[in-house]
């Protein structure tokens, strides 16, 4: 039992905290607005739905976080084939719910129709943060732009073919867009320690080797990044 309390402990460590206050509030927000334009036919029923609908939502933000995602981004493929095979599912369960969109699946045997796009979000990301990882020397290089947009038309012609859903499979897009700003990049970086120590004559320490290299470590300690194994080399950007 204690070994399952400290990894629910770690999950909510590594989660995003301020992300997950911000759900919740905006959960309560809503089960205010639910009780004000239900109040005439009764909220309780749809409060209740509301209410573990938010519950099930803590427990996938726990499981999310507790993910590896070190081992999916070094397993990225499996994650490709994962996604394909829920949006291939969509042409024998396919329903569109009456929105002319094929975009839901109708198990019998579930009481509920699920989204595959919406699965995919999540794995989607997470692959395309491994592509990106994968050219963060170069993220700009026609090569690397190149395979991000191979990923991008794997998840995006077939979701849009199959389901006819142009909506969802533009969210793809903007997926890939806003990845793409937030990573930036960041091969200028490099130059950093030699800004904030210049020329070829230490100033506060025997070696300006030395300063540069204690100068990136500030710096990377103040993005919020690791410290780095002195006994081995690193690139200065790494887990930028």
Excluded at 88 to 107: A, Q, V
Excluded at 114 to 131: G, N, Y
């Amino acid at each position: 039992m204690g070994r399952y309390l400290r990894k629910f402990a770690d999950a909510f460590r590594k989660g995003d905290l301020v992300l997950l206050f911000m759900c919740l509030a905006l959960n309560i927000f809503g089960l205010l607005m639910i009780a004000s334009t239900t109040n005439q036919v009764g909220p309780v029923r749809y409060l209740i739905i509301q209410s573990i609908a938010a519950l099930l939502g803590i427990v996938m933000y726990v499981l999310v976080s507790s993910i590896d995602t070190e081992f999916f981004s070094e397993n990225r493929y499996w994650l490709v084939v994962f996604n394909t095979f829920l949006l291939l599912l969509l042409i024998p369960f396919g329903t569109d719910n009456g929105s002319g969109n094929r975009s839901w699946l109708d198990f019998p045997f579930l009481p509920v129709n699920i989204q595959p796009a919406e699965i995919c979000k999540i794995t989607f990301i997470l692959i395309m943060a491994s592509v990106m990882g994968s050219h963060q020397n170069r993220p700009s290089a026609i090569t690397s732009v190149m395979h991000m947009g191979f990923h991008l038309l794997l998840f995006f012609l077939p979701n849009l073919l199959i389901s006819g859903d142009m909506g969802v499979s533009l969210i793809f897009v903007f997926i890939l867009i806003g990845m793409a700003y937030a990573g930036g990049d960041y091969t200028k970086a490099n130059d950093l320690p030699y800004i904030i120590v210049p020329g070829d004559q230490p100033l506060h320490r025997e070696s300006v080797f030395l300063e540069r290299a204690i100068a990136s470590e500030r710096v990377r300690l103040a993005m919020g990044l690791n410290l780095r194994p002195i006994q081995t080399r690193h690139l200065f950007t790494e887990g930028m």
